[in-house]
T-cell receptor
Framework: DAGVTQSPTHLIKTRGQQVTLRCSPK?????VSWYQQALGQGPQFIFQ???????QRGNFPDRFSGHQFPNYSSELNVNALLLGDSALYLC??????????????FGSGTRLTVV | DAKTTQPTSMDCAEGRAANLPCNHS???????VYWYRQIHSQGPQYIIH???NNETNEMASLIITEDRKSSTLILPHATLRDTAVYYC?????????????FGTGTRLTIIP
């Protein structure tokens, strides 16, 4: 049973560029959430997608945007990259109506380095 | 902001029980206590959660005080593979997906 798959695993970008990160949820899950984890910190919630719509959003600028596809997979896009965007980006999938019971399943993340 | 307070780091001898405390003095009546852990270079992994009764599963036990203002995660026989950052999270368990608000967690090191 495949868990959450994220790609790529590592990425190096230059300031001002744009980046797209991808996530395939665990089989049977319909909701995808994205988190940013800076070095030495806990993950911070970016946003959540369900039924191809953004349902919740954390305190992140509009440079961060996302999309969910009919097969439940998701993309995270970051425009005009800043050095401070360097972090581990985590994708978590869940079942919308059962999140309080099953918890989330996280992927191993994409390590983004902005130079 | 995270609604929990945890020690920054702890050590535990291999084979002994690891007891990780968490304070959540402002917890509301409908909020659950969740524990996740993050092993180096991996995403967080769900461990256990509870409301007010003590809970046990194949990974750990969760002891919640009667006033629900604090809890303890117990790993009964710690192994080297339990070395990780452990996060205690308070979260409503209503329908729909409530986000997880992580603090900085406790870095647990298992000593051989």
């Amino acid at each position: 049973d495949a868990g959450v798959t994220q790609s790529p695993t590592h990425l190096i970008k230059t300031r001002g560029q744009q980046v797209t990160l991808r996530c395939s949820p665990k089989s049977g899950h319909d909701t995808v959430s994205w988190y940013q984890q800076a070095l030495g910190q806990g993950p911070q919630f970016i946003f959540q997608y369900y039924e191809e719509e953004e349902r919740q959003r954390g305190n992140f600028p509009d440079r961060f945007s996302g999309h969910q596809f009919p097969n439940y997979s998701s993309e995270l896009n970051v425009n005009a990259l800043l050095l401070g965007d360097s972090a581990l980006y985590l994708c978590a999938s869940s079942l919308f109506q059962a999140a309080g019971i099953d918890g989330y399943t996280f992927g191993s993340g994409t390590r983004l380095t902005v130079v | 902001d995270a609604k929990t307070t945890q020690p920054t780091s702890m050590d535990c001898a291999e084979g002994r029980a690891a007891n990780l405390p968490c304070n959540h003095s402002t917890i509301s009546g409908n909020e659950y206590v969740y524990w996740y852990r993050q092993i180096h270079s991996q995403g967080p992994q769900y461990i256990i959660h509870g409301l007010k009764n003590n809970e046990t599963n194949e990974m750990a036990s969760l002891i919640i005080t009667e006033d629900r203002k604090s809890s303890t995660l117990i790993l009964p026989h710690a192994t080297l593979r339990d070395t990780a950052v452990y996060y205690c999270i308070v979260r409503p368990a209503n329908f729909g997906n409530e986000k997880l608000t992580f603090g900085t967690g406790t870095r647990l090191t298992i000593i051989p």
